[in-house]
């Protein structure tokens, strides 16, 4: 007999993410607002996950729940339930491009166990939850990665000590901090962009981007927006990366033009974000940009963002 | 006429630090107490800056002015002092073993030019004073370094995020944490222990190392030990440096064994250093590290020492 209090359908949000923050490659990342997955998860008397549907992905991504991020998250988080699970299905709405650089995969991943577990009671807190969503995200990656997937899902800045297990350190967001992010039409794959990566690093390059990941923490904790700056270089992604990605001189010479403390390669691109102190200079930021890759006559989509504190949400249930 | 407020002399205090802290290479450093240089500066009607003496040296530093680290960093600051200066003397007392990893050098520098700075009236503040100590440490390693120096004038822990010129951020110290140093009676030149070093890391090691820098970085500002313990690794340096030290993997162990949250090499070595949470834990690992060098029939020195928080001073001033 269902219980009475059961909920039979659960929508949530889940934010999309600049993961690699400039120097942490493969261990910072941040939440933004307004981009990201919106998944519904409803009961079903069919056992099992569905995928029943998805828009905004141009008919790319997989219905099969077995080869797509948010339907194997979900598989995995069913599988550490004891006792009898219900059907699940899943309606997907990307409000985000796919392959931007800005954890498209890590959004469905985040929103679909989020959706989820609140469907089942809540029988997990978002900690518990991460693990299912690195799980999702292999998928999508290959290698497990936690970058995404923990800021997607706690919000604000996240330190990724190991990837899996994973092992994440919650950090503190300055309150005034803004983010622009710019991105150009043009598609670049996660694992593509991991291939041309260099395989050694000089120590010497190494040292200085382990100074900037300490200086860049050290940053967040003291609202140190000078020091963030300073911090927010890296001398080894992205010098390879950025050659995948037209007018990305120029563009961080612009950003950098309008006040912006820092800018680099949204996670393997082909967006790229500026952090500002303030939402006035991260316009400007985005519009002298804008105006590199107008030049260019590449297309882009503009984003204007303070942090997104609160991470993936329920947003309607019954 | 002198001014009747004039000091004549001044006596300082600098502590020795713990360069590197396992996963920081070349830009963590902390202090500890007891360990260190005592300096005494006296005004002299003899021009320029000399050596009157070094005890606790057995007669390896040099007395020349120009050729000591004290003797170059009070050079430095006399020379960014408008106007004539006096002539001045320095008196120095090592008070813990050259060539040990715990920044002897370092506080040989710092010592000095604290002890100047007060004997002409405090011209500069501390951090104002921090690139006098590294050009003063440069005659010792041959390269600009201001991590001991840098911990050693502040005392805590501090991050460099640039050596030359100096961009020092200083970290909290949590407050029951204490470090337990095992100094073997056998000796490592600063730049011996650099040659050794490969020029290139894997990156997937690179990656491990920043996000444990991040991680201790984040662990000072939480009080969290264990956050602090599991940062506390080195993948690079340690691996290649530690077959210098007699015994290092069972220290290590010893160490851990003892609930030590990390253990590692001290500066360049051959000391090594445990980090423990309360006295009890540092004296216990300290206890079990020196048996691994008895049995090794390895003479030591263990030091047990709270981190110390208010780094150089001046002791005595007439």
Redesign the interface.
């Known amino acids: 007999m269902p219980d009475r209090n059961q909920l039979n359908s659960v929508t949530a949000f889940a934010p999309a993410t600049v993961a690699n923050v400039g120097?942490?490659?493969?261990?910072?990342g941040f939440a933004i607002h307004n981009q990201g997955d919106v998944i519904t998860a409803v009961r079903s008397d069919q056992p099992g996950v569905r995928i029943a549907g998805i828009t905004g992905d141009e008919g790319r991504l997989p219905l099969e729940a077995e080869k797509n991020t948010a339907g194997l998250s979900v598989i995995s988080l069913l599988r550490s339930i004891d006792g009898p699970v219900p059907g699940i299905e899943l309606s997907i709405e990307k409000r985000m491009p796919l392959g931007s650089g800005l954890g498209s995969s890590a959004c469905s991943s985040v929103a679909a166990v989020v959706a989820v577990n609140r469907l089942m009671g809540t029988p997990f807190s978002k900690s518990e939850l991460l693990p299912f969503t690195v799980e999702g995200e292999m998928a999508a990656s290959g290698t497990p990665h936690a970058d995404n997937v923990a800021a997607s899902l706690f919000g604000g800045f996240v330190?990724?000590?190991?990837h899996f297990p994973p092992?994440v350190?919650q950090?503190p967001t300055p309150a005034e901090l803004y983010c622009c992010i710019i991105h150009p039409h043009i598609e670049i794959q996660t694992r593509q962009s991991r291939l041309i990566?260099?395989?050694?690093?000089?120590?010497e390059k190494?040292?200085t981007?382990?100074?900037?990941?300490?200086?860049?923490?050290?940053s967040l904790?003291?609202d140190d927006y000078e020091?963030l700056g300073?911090?927010l270089h890296d001398e080894?992604i992205e010098p390879v990366r950025s050659v995948l990605i037209p007018g990305f001189t120029e563009m961080k010479e612009a950003a950098i033009d309008a006040s912006a403390l820092g800018c680099s390669i949204s996670g393997s691109g082909p967006s790229v974000f500026a952090l500002c102190k303030g939402e006035e200079i991260a316009r400007k930021a985005g519009k002298n940009m804008g105006s590199i890759l107008k030049a260019l006559g590449l297309e882009y989509d503009l984003h204007i963002s303070s942090i997104n504190r609160e991470g993936a949400s329920v947003r309607e249930e019954s």
């Open positions: 120097c942490g490659f493969d261990v910072l330190l990724v000590k190991s092992d350190v950090l990566l260099k395989k050694d690093v000089p120590l190494a040292v981007q382990w100074a900037n990941v300490g200086g860049l923490v050290a904790y003291r020091l300073r911090s080894i």
